[in-house]
């Protein structure tokens, strides 16, 4: 047991990096569509390219959206209104004709009639509650069928039917009229407005209900396609009926695949296809970026974008499938730049595509649409801390986007009449969505603790409280550190490393010779030299602490890591020469690594570029006469010195590279010593 927990303490950065991808991808699988994938693109208004296509069950044909929305329409507009019809006011009208009839009529029209007279009301009553009398007239037409409901039952009739108010005084004159009461006509009219009541309404709740009931019974499926049948050969176009079987059986497909016993392999595969995903990225920067993959805050920053891009492009889909493309994917590639570096970010950017790839609809599309723009992203914005540089980008990234849909929309259907605008507006607002990456980057840096180039351009400002007491207590330093930024910003540029990084590095590399800036040649105003007083071994001792105070120093002011891994390696493991030299001619027995400066070497382009330009810089201050042939013996023989030593052994530059930065010494030590060419006479 004490044996397994020695293992797990010595192999914790592995542990956590094997946790780290586990949890990455059962969150990235959970994530994942719960369906199988249909294996085939159906591109419609293409041939199929495939071999022939059989049923491999049963499967319902689906109706296409217009068809559906066809027999809503049809729905609607054949849909049989429902009216009320209420059976107590015809009860309470008849139960108050006597009443009625009394006081209108005087004793001398009555003459014994009374009976006659009521009985008579009491019939046309009957006629007009025979289907109601409508309280308000609706647009409905008169031939036109209605369901009359009374109680629990519904009657359907004709609404021409149903007496409207405008028609009544029509309906009782004509009633009398056939009557023998002609002569009291008034008095019985007067009973009759004195009675009647509208008792039919227009039932709008129950209509809806109705109506709304046959909606959601509609069947979304017309016919079947038996298990075996021939769904389509190879060459036909797919289009019309082929494409809705088509569809219809991919969606069979993958909702039936899901649903069975398969269940676990589809997990299992999605599982295996993540983590392979994974495991290529993770093998990538374990090969070519050793140092990143040491650092696992690093590593979990990496895993963390990309499980942020598929959760945000998940809920997209969720929310809105025809969005997908608002998600502003370029971030992830842009933001790993700003950190890391773009090759890197392009890696990674490309594997969180593949892996979008099983969310999103029309996967190849999408995916040449991605990967395109984060190829243009990488190519644009080379320097992220340019707003003006990332506006162009975003531009550029929009512009990619509609040009490639247009491509693919004249693929597909053969013209551009077909292009949505919606579409072209997802682009839009997806680009708008890229400039996020500025405060997003912001929030990282607070989140993880690392550094971004825009946290560099701050710090590269001379007017920083660290480096103005650097220039103060020892200005012969800030001086050469000023010369050795800009040497190294122009070897970094040419050979296309981080040039605000190693400028950065370069003001800062020297800082710890402010604890004793007398001991430092730059600093030395007078003749009166501080080591003269000193043994060689105490003065080299000096020498070589500057790197350990300079580390005190930089993290005692919170600066970033990568800027502390500058002044860690730029004298590497070399000796300091002078003092050991001078301590081997009083000391034959003089060990060389008592004057050695406690390392590591570079492990980056960066560091590399500035331990030359540091070395060559300082070391030019020592020359009498610089001629052209002087400057560039003198450059070759520090760099070359240096790579003997194989100071470079670590650090991600070539041969190739370091002549480049070679090449940018001799000329710009030529331009600081005013050497002119030498004309002929």
Avoid at 325 to 342: E, Q, R
Avoid at 416 to 439: H, K, M, N, S
Avoid at 449 to 478: C, I, Q, R, Y
Avoid at 623 to 638: C, Q, R, S, W, Y
Wanted: aromatic letters at 12%.
């Amino acid at each position: 047991m004490k044996k397994f927990v020695n293992n797990l303490y010595k192999n914790q950065a592995l542990f956590y990096k094997v946790f780290l991808f586990a949890l990455t991808a059962v969150l990235i699988v959970y994530l994942l569509p719960r369906g199988g994938n249909f294996k085939y693109e159906i591109p419609k208004g293409k041939p199929w390219q495939y071999e022939n296509l059989y049923a491999p069950f049963d499967f319902a044909i689906l109706k296409s959206e217009e068809e559906i929305q066809q027999e809503r329409q049809q729905i609607r507009n054949n849909h049989t209104p429902y009216f009320q019809y209420n059976q107590e006011i015809p009860k309470q009208v008849k139960a108050e004709v006597p009443d009625v009839v009394y006081e209108v009529f005087p004793d001398s029209l009555l003459r014994n009639r009374e009976i006659q007279i009521i009985g008579f009301v009491n019939e046309t009553l009957e006629e007009v509650y025979e289907f109601g009398l409508l309280q308000a007239n609706n647009r409905v037409e008169d031939n036109q069928l209605v369901y009359l409901r009374k109680g629990n039952e519904a009657f359907e009739i004709s609404y021409k039917n149903i007496l409207k108010q405008d028609e009544v005084r029509n309906f009782l004159n004509t009633e009398i009229e056939q009557s023998n009461l002609s002569y009291i006509e008034n008095e019985l009219l007067e009973v009759f407005f004195n009675l009647i009541e509208p008792n039919v309404s227009f039932d709008s709740e129950f209509t809806q209900r109705e109506l709304q009931s046959k909606l959601d019974n509609i069947s979304y499926t017309r016919g079947n396609i038996e298990q075996g049948s021939r769904v389509i050969a190879r060459g036909e176009v797919v289009e019309g009926n082929k494409y809705n079987i088509l569809r219809s059986l991919k969606n069979e497909y993958e909702s039936q695949v899901w649903s069975e016993s398969n269940y676990k392999w589809i997990i299992v595969g999605y599982s295996v296809l993540v983590a392979l995903a994974l495991l290529m990225l993770l093998l990538f920067i374990r090969k070519y970026r050793q140092e990143i993959f040491e650092n696992n805050v690093k590593v979990t920053f990496i895993f963390f974008n990309i499980l942020f891009m598929v959760l945000l492009t998940k809920l997209v889909v969720n929310f809105n499938i025809d969005y997908v493309y608002v998600v502003p994917l370029c971030i992830l590639p842009l933001t790993l730049k700003a950190f890391f570096d773009a090759r890197l970010g392009m890696f990674t950017h490309v594997i969180t595509v593949l892996l979008l790839g099983f969310i999103v609809p029309n996967s190849y599309e999408y995916m040449f649409l991605q990967i395109i723009a984060g190829i243009v992203t990488i190519l644009t914005v080379s320097e992220l801390y340019k707003r003006a540089n990332l506006f162009v980008s975003v531009g550029q990234i929009t512009l990619v986007y509609i040009i490639s849909y247009f491509a693919f929309t004249v693929i597909q259907e053969g013209n551009i009449a077909d292009v949505e605008g919606e579409v072209l507006l997802t682009f839009l607002l997806g680009g708008l969505a890229t400039l996020f990456v500025q405060p997003l980057i912001y929030i990282y840096e607070k989140i993880f603790g690392m550094v971004s180039d825009m946290s560099l351009l701050e710090l590269s400002d001379t007017n920083s409280k660290l480096l103005k007491e650097l220039s103060e207590k020892a200005p012969g330093t800030f001086h050469h550190s000023l010369n050795v930024a800009n040497l190294a910003e122009a070897a970094a540029n040419e050979i296309n490393a981080n040039a605000m990084l190693v400028r950065v590095g370069a003001l800062y590399h020297d800082i710890g010779k402010m604890k004793n800036p007398t001991y430092f040649s730059e600093n030395q105003t007078s003749a009166v030299n501080s080591h003269d007083e000193l043994a060689p071994r105490e003065s080299a001792q000096i020498i070589t602490d500057h790197v350990i105070n300079g580390i005190e120093i930089a993290k005692k002011h919170n600066l970033p890591d990568r800027v502390i891994d500058f002044i860690r390696t730029h004298h590497g493991t070399t000796t300091v020469y002078f003092f050991y030299m001078k301590e081997k001619e009083q000391n034959d027995n003089a060990v060389a690594d008592d004057f050695r400066y406690p390392g590591p070497i570079p492990f980056s382009k960066e560091t590399a570029i500035l331990m030359m330009c540091d070395s060559v810089e300082a070391a030019s201050k020592s020359l009498k006469e610089p001629t052209a042939g002087v400057i560039d013996n003198f450059v070759e023989k520090i760099i070359d010195k240096q790579m003997k030593e194989e100071q470079f052994l670590n650090a991600n530059i070539t041969f190739k590279e370091i002549q480049v930065v070679k090449k940018i010494l001799k000329r710009k030590l030529k331009n600081i010593f005013h050497l002119r060419v030498e004309y002929p006479e």
